[in-house]
């Protein structure tokens, strides 16, 4: 199919440049024939026409009397000065007089019905032997040799003018030649750029067909080289390398998933399924039942928790979410609600709070449960992650036409090579999972998904164990 594109669309060209060289070249054939022909035509009549009239004005007012050696002389001259061979011919059609070319024929009668023929029809020249006069086709232009006597009019004889059409039709055959030897080059020429351009033109194709059967197979590492061009095909590369780029991200992604999900759901399993295991067949002391019995409860929940989170991921990707974004509410109420709300884990760990609210209200836009699950987040993994008796602190102000909510921290700095992938799911700071069992990976991952559905922008800053997020809302 890809060479058949290929060569059908170079044989189509091939096809253009031969037919269109043809035609041009028959034309021009025809043209320039019919021109020379016309030419040669117009120069014989104007020379037979002065020719005649000098002859005739040698001999005028008594009836001629031709000097052969005098007219021979006259005519070689003529013959010379035109470039046509000249033959003068008496009443009867007998040669008396010729150019240099034409001496074999002194004395030879031309059939006057041959003459009579040619004079009659008033042609300017024609092709013809003069029936068999001549060895060979010529073209002829003949005009009677008219003489007033004693006030009468009477033709005296005859003048003809002839020129070798071979010598002729060479000519023409050798421009004829020249110019369809220059055409064969540049049909050449032509299919050969044709050939290169449309191989061009063909070769990103067929790299990206090759690289779709690879895609099918699973296998996105394919790119198509692009040459920097900047039309259309040069655009199509560009698109087609980026969405390339999107498909390896996504399966990379996928595989990662995969591999979280397994490692998320099969550590509480098993931990469940051990020490229920346990629990049953008596491996584990009935005084230890209530703390085993606890771990499972704790396992259980997180499993809750992970089912949880992928349900609102899965709320959040869908296409049709989103209308409630243009919503009004107060982001200060929501902001203290959830600080409140989050009050026994600050105090269980001996954290004080700074909180930096207005007093009165900040009116945004967005969907109001969705930013409190956000606050929710943001204080719930700075609670987690700070060291124990430090502070959290928690502001809110208007700058610019926005509302922006900051959550700060301290504890362990978060290296600047991870900043870029926290938002990301399933991703932990701590890649052994030990220190954050109740974590699931996708708090901020969802922060930044609600965010990005309200087109507003989050930061987070680590230095020197101060970790700081701060986020983005439209005032109403």
């Not at 041009?24 to 320039?32: D, E, H, I, P, V």
């Not at 989170?309 to 990707?317: G, H, K, T």
């Not at 052994?432 to 708090?443: N, Q, T």
Request: net charge negative; hydrophobic share 40%.
């Amino acid at each position: 199919m890809r060479k058949h594109l290929f060569f059908r669309n170079f044989i189509t060209a091939a096809l253009i440049a031969i037919i269109s060289f043809a035609l041009l070249g028959g034309l021009f054939s025809a043209w320039m024939y019919s021109q020379s022909v016309k030419s040669t035509e117009d120069s014989m009549v104007t020379s037979l026409n002065v020719i005649a009239n000098h002859i005739i004005s040698q001999y005028a007012g008594s009836e001629v009397a031709f000097d052969e050696s005098e007219l021979c002389t006259l005519i070689a001259v003529m013959s010379d000065i035109t470039g046509f061979d000249i033959i003068v011919a008496d009443g009867q059609g007998v040669v008396y007089a010729c150019s240099e070319g034409n001496l074999e024929q002194l004395d030879k009668q031309i059939p006057e019905a041959e003459l009579g023929v040619i004079i009659a029809n008033n042609q300017k020249t024609t092709l013809t032997s003069l029936g068999r006069f001549f060895n060979e086709l010529r073209r002829v232009a003949i005009k009677p040799l008219i003489s007033d006597i004693d006030g009468a009019t009477t033709a005296t004889g005859h003048i003809i003018l002839s020129t070798d059409y071979k010598a002729f039709r060479d000519t023409w055959l050798l421009f004829t030649g020249m110019f369809f030897l220059i055409a064969l080059f540049v049909i050449i020429l032509t299919l050969a750029i044709t050939f290169i351009t449309t191989k061009k033109q063909s070769d990103p194709i067929n790299a990206m067909v090759d690289a779709t059967k690879r895609f099918a197979k699973g296998d996105y590492s394919k790119r198509i080289k692009d040459t920097g061009r900047i039309d259309e095909l040069g655009q199509l590369t560009q698109a087609f390398n980026s969405m390339a780029d999107s498909l390896e991200s996504t399966e990379t992604f996928n595989r990662s998933f995969i591999a979280n999900m397994s490692h998320e759901l099969k550590t509480p399993m098993t931990v469940i399924t051990g020490f229920a295991q346990g629990l049953l067949d008596g491996t584990i002391p009935r005084s230890k039942c209530d703390h085993y019995l606890e771990i499972i409860s704790s396992e259980t929940k997180r499993l809750s928790r992970l089912v949880e989170s992928m349900l609102d991921v899965a709320i959040l990707e869908s296409p049709h979410v989103g209308d409630e974004v243009n919503s009004s509410f107060d982001i200060t109420e929501v902001t203290k609600l959830t600080l409140v709300g989050l009050s026994g884990k600050i105090e269980a760990k001996k954290l004080d709070v700074n909180a930096e609210l207005p007093e009165g209200e900040i009116i945004t836009r967005g969907d109001k449960d969705s930013i409190t699950q956000v606050i929710y987040n943001l204080l719930d993994n700075a609670i987690k992650f700070s060291a124990p008796k430090t502070a959290i602190a928690l502001g809110l102000w208007k700058q610019s036409g926005q509302a922006f909510v900051s959550v700060e921290n301290t504890g362990t700095t978060i290296p600047p090579d991870e900043l870029p992938h926290i938002f990301r799911r399933f991703h932990k700071i701590d890649k052994s999972r030990s220190l954050d069992r109740e974590g699931v990976g996708l708090g901020l991952f969802l922060v930044k998904a609600i965010l990005d559905k309200h087109n507003e922008d989050i930061y987070v800053t680590s230095i020197n164990g101060q970790t700081r997020f701060v986020f983005t809302l439209r005032l109403a």
